[in-house]
């Protein structure tokens, strides 16, 4: 059917004339009700955006030289992110001379990782970065 035979049929029902594929030969129109269509295709963005999850990256920060206690409040910290569904990085903290001992940084991950076995996985493990070691969990995935 030719353009304006096309344009004058939609003209008569009130409706537009899309072209849904104009790289084709001859291209490939629709007559239809663009307004409608359009706000159909936002309501339905809208509602898969409404059921995504978005994951945020928590920092838990921690020295070398950190008490039971204070390990205790930042594992409980942990495990209230993870339960929430966020991602973690914890980083031990480095300071002057203590640099030249990140074994003592490695054994606190280590310690880290058994505490919070139950409700999250490591994704990348312990690595240096600078002054600080870095290792990041995510929550572990439901069954």
Do not use: W
Not at 16 to 41: H, N, S, W
Not at 42 to 47: G, L, P, Q, S, W
Not at 103 to 115: D, P, R, S
Request: glycine residues 4%; proline residues 5%; hydrophobic residues 35%.
């Amino acid at each position: 059917m030719s353009a304006d035979e096309a344009l004058k049929i939609a003209y008569e029902k009130d409706l537009d004339l899309v072209k849904i594929a104009p790289q084709a030969t001859p291209p490939v129109c629709r007559i239809m009700d663009y307004g409608k269509y359009i706000f159909e295709q936002t309501k339905r963005e809208k509602e898969a955006k409404k059921n995504q999850k978005i994951i945020d990256i928590k920092e838990i920060r921690m020295s070398s030289t950190i008490d039971t206690h204070d390990f205790n409040v930042k594992v409980n910290q942990a495990v209230k992110f993870l339960n929430g569904g966020d991602k973690l990085k914890v980083s031990v903290r480095f300071r002057k001379r203590t640099v030249a001992h990140p074994q003592f940084g490695e054994e606190l991950l280590g310690k880290f990782k058994e505490a919070i076995s139950e409700v999250g996985v490591v994704d990348k493990p312990s690595k240096m970065e600078g002054r600080s070691l870095v290792m990041f969990v995510s929550p572990k995935p439901n069954k």
